[in-house]
């Protein structure tokens, strides 16, 4: 009888067995800053009146399988251009995997910048794409010689851009994402799921590029649980792309639920507008660290390096006071020493200064 790791080897993909699962930490009784969540629960009213909505929800029906109604909700909130179309997905990671799928063969490959987005790489790998990371520049700009280059060559089928980055927080420069649309004959998609956070986004431009997509979450605007991800773009385009779009992947209450929460964009308006402000007020008590370097960030998270040698230790010193960051330092290169916290609520903000203090 042929064991079981046998038998492994014989039928998993030597590019599956060699990936790690994407891991969670548990964050049970800390303050939990390591995911880049809106810290703020909705309006007791608003909570009851959702709940009425859950209420009325019958769900021994399948669900609208193209989420009309969203759909029609998501344009009109999300300012999508006239003309275009939107996908719906489980999160923004399943819309990085029809995209994938939609185009996987053999030779192709995936470009992104790195430091990036892990889900770029991991789904790359999952569909057998190659995947092509082009580093960036020391101060997390894009390399455009190195980029264009890679273009050139590489010739990719997809092409992601962060914007803002995930784990750097900066925006790229508008000149050089224009510069990669012209360059690129593949697709190319910008994710702006941190949009809320930032001042800048390229929806407005769909239609002026053949080969543009725009990718959004409302995960960090405050609904992390509903895990919804929205692809926007020209009709033909998208019209390929949900072919591979698995029956009924928006399930009805997560319809219901998103539609309801849009309806009051002005709560999430609030929550961003505080999140921003204590994003400054965060950034300035990390500066007044001098041991630390801060980077810029148009994101509801704060990337800094501390001194050579202890992200580690500092990260676990954070830990066992009972605050979970994010620890990057692992991944070398340029985020060697660097951890990531996720905007809070200001007490939290408080408390992690005060735990980072005292673990430097």
């Not at 009325?56 to 909130?77: C, F, G, I």
Request: with cysteine.
């Amino acid at each position: 009888m042929t064991s079981i790791n046998d038998s492994i080897k014989q039928w998993i993909r030597p590019e599956i067995r060699a990936v790690q699962a994407y891991h969670v930490p548990d964050a049970t009784g800390m303050i939990k800053l390591d995911a880049m969540e809106n810290p703020y629960t909705w309006p007791a009213a608003m909570r009851e009146a959702w709940q009425q909505a859950l209420g009325m929800t019958d769900v021994n029906r399948y669900p609208d399988p193209a989420a009309t109604a969203l759909s029609e909700r998501l344009k009109q909130t999300l300012d999508v251009p006239k003309g275009m179309a939107v996908v719906l997905g489980n999160g923004s990671d399943e819309i990085i995997q029809m995209l994938a799928m939609a185009v996987a063969a053999p030779g192709r490959a995936v470009m992104a910048p790195e430091p990036g987005f892990v889900m770029y790489r991991l789904i790359a790998n999952l569909v057998a794409m190659d995947y092509i990371g082009v580093p960036l520049k020391r101060d997390f700009s894009l390399d455009m010689p190195a980029m264009l280059a890679a273009i050139e060559v590489q010739q990719p089928a997809l092409i992601f851009l962060a914007y803002p980055n995930n784990p750097t927080g900066n925006l790229f420069s508008e000149q050089d994402v224009r510069a990669i649309l012209d360059a690129a004959d593949g697709l190319v998609i910008v994710d702006e799921a941190y949009h809320a956070f930032a001042d800048h986004s390229f929806m407005g431009e769909l239609g002026n590029y053949p080969n543009l997509l725009v990718m959004r979450t409302l995960s960090k605007l405050g609904l992390a649980g509903l895990r919804l991800g929205i692809l926007a773009g020209p009709a033909a385009w998208l019209a390929e792309i949900d072919k591979v779009r698995l029956p009924y992947n928006i399930n009805v209450l997560t319809q219901v639920s998103a539609d309801f929460a849009l309806q009051h964009a002005e709560v999430f308006a609030e929550q961003t507008a505080a999140i921003r402000a204590d994003r400054t007020r965060l950034i300035s008590a990390l500066e007044g660290l001098a041991v630390l370097d801060v980077f810029p960030s148009a994101a509801n998270f704060i990337l800094f390096r501390v001194p050579e040698g202890r992200g580690g230790e500092i990260f676990d010193k954070l830990k066992q006071s009972g605050i979970l960051i994010k620890n990057l330092s692992a991944n070398g290169g340029l985020l060697s020493d660097c951890l990531r916290v996720t905007v809070g609520k200001p007490e939290e903000n408080r408390a992690f200064i005060e735990s980072l203090t005292a673990a430097l």
